[in-house]
């Protein structure tokens, strides 16, 4: 089977822009209504820090080779697919209590799906194994299956080869910077799952 290949387009290259303007025009709306202490963060400056961690999202896209078995045919077809990895915003830490804010990054929260465009979904053969019905095509429900298995197995292969430990550490090193520079005193991100909260134990 081809290597599956992944075009992986972070939002840091295009969203970053995003962070960048909404960190400027964090920094912007203090300046025009200046408070107190500009460098306190209490509980109204957590939505501050959730939109930042919101902005820090990893778009890919992945066109894949599907081979599968739904005994006793065998399935064959090409899958465009689009998804993205966000993180889980109602699990975000923020301890805001000393000198330094202290973010814990959450859990990652990866999508896939079938892209839209035309075919997305190009079947290419589908084989029967048994020698007396040798030329059976796979029914709607097979295909189901295989596109679920086929959509498993790539968010599996996001964990594998690194791009959600690499989405998380780009998310954890922007996220600090952004909120430095909105906050102006020390930040510290945190990530206790590097490779991904969901990271698969067994690599079967």
């Known amino acids: 089977m081809a290597k599956m290949k992944f075009t992986i387009k972070l939002l840091f ?9 909404a960190a400027g025009w964090m920094a912007f709306s203090r300046f025009i209504q200046p408070e107190k202490d500009v460098i ?3 509980a109204a400056r957590i939505g501050d820090i959730e939109t930042l961690a919101q902005l820090c999202t990893v778009d890919f896209y992945n066109e894949v080779p599907v081979c599968d078995t739904i005994y006793p045919k065998v399935c064959f077809a090409i899958q465009k697919q689009r998804g993205s990895i966000s993180f889980d915003l109602e699990k975000l830490e923020v301890d805001t209590s000393g000198d330094t804010i202290k973010v814990t990054l959450p859990p990652e929260i990866v ?3 079938e892209a839209t465009e035309k075919d997305s979904w190009q079947v290419i053969d589908s084989k029967d194994l048994r020698w007396y019905n040798k ?4 029914t709607p429900e097979d295909w189901r299956k295989v596109k679920a298995r086929a959509k498993a197995h790539s ?14 550490s780009e998310a954890a090193i922007n996220l600090q910077d952004l ?5 102006r005193k020390p930040v510290l991100v945190s990530d ?13």
Not at 13 to 21: E, N
Not at 155 to 168: E, N
């Open 192 to 204: 206790p799952t590097p490779r991904g909260a969901h990271f698969p134990m067994h690599n079967s």
């Open 40 to 42: 306190s963060v209490g």
């Open 155 to 168: 968010i599996k292969k996001l964990y594998l080869d690194g791009v959600v430990r690499r989405a998380r």
């Open 179 to 183: 909120l430095q520079k909105v906050y």
């Open 135 to 138: 030329w059976s095509e796979a």
């Open 111 to 113: 999508q896939l799906f």
């Open 13 to 21: 290259s295009v969203a970053l822009l995003c962070t960048v303007a």
